[in-house]
């Protein structure tokens, strides 16, 4: 009888043992299965939040930068361009930016933006993908007398306002998409962040 309890007493280190041996070998399988899941670090660079410094960008300039591999701009608006955001609303396809998924909500109102001396905009076309050009001179020859500065897509001709709104009459259907950020401090705008209004 003592040597059947010893057999039972081997018999149980070797089962308990070997469950501990299969189960470290499947958490050393498990971790690198597990870990491929993860997104990869250049993923986690193209949907990271993108910080610019606008402490020195002048009124009626415009800064590019790139979120989410996207054409993205920062641009700040004087005090005369604010005031003809009002002005254009007639010729405006979308003048108070009813297609919610264009902004934030924060975002919904005349300027299309937290503050409203800075516009904050992907610089996509809306019709086919192209970038427009920034053009903030008013009444140039190539787009008319009535043009009071905005974003001019030479593709086909889609025109948006200094605030992204798309004009009547234009192949684009959608204002520019007003991006989700917030302001870290007077200085610098976080892309990519949606903290809500100042």
Not at 1 to 28: C, I, N, P, W, Y
Request: net charge neutral; charged share 20%.
């Amino acid at each position: 009888m003592s040597s059947e309890g010893v057999d039972l007493k081997k018999r149980r280190f070797l089962t308990a043992s070997t469950a501990v041996v299969g189960a470290v070998g499947v958490g050393f399988a498990a971790v690198p299965f597990i870990a491929s899941w993860l997104p990869s670090e250049r993923a986690k660079a193209l949907g990271a939040p993108e910080a610019a410094d606008i402490s020195k960008l002048e009124p009626g300039a415009l800064l590019r930068l790139k979120w989410r591999g996207k054409v993205t701009w920062v641009v700040r608006r004087t005090e005369q361009n604010i005031a003809d955001l009002k002005t254009l609303d007639s010729k405006l396809a979308d003048p108070n930016s009813d297609v919610e998924t264009q902004q934030p909500d924060y975002a919904k109102n005349a300027a299309r933006s937290i503050k409203p001396e800075f516009a904050v905009l992907v610089g996509i076309c809306t019709h086919l993908g192209c970038s427009p050009t920034y053009r903030p001179e008013v009444a140039p020859a190539d787009l008319g007398s009535e043009w009071k500065g905005g974003f001019f897509c030479a593709c086909h001709g889609s025109r948006f306002d200094l605030a992204g709104r798309v004009y009547s009459g234009v192949p684009a259907p959608t204002n520019l998409v007003v991006p989700p950020h917030q302001y870290l401090s007077d200085d610098v705008i976080l892309i990519g962040v949606d903290g809500g209004a100042a």
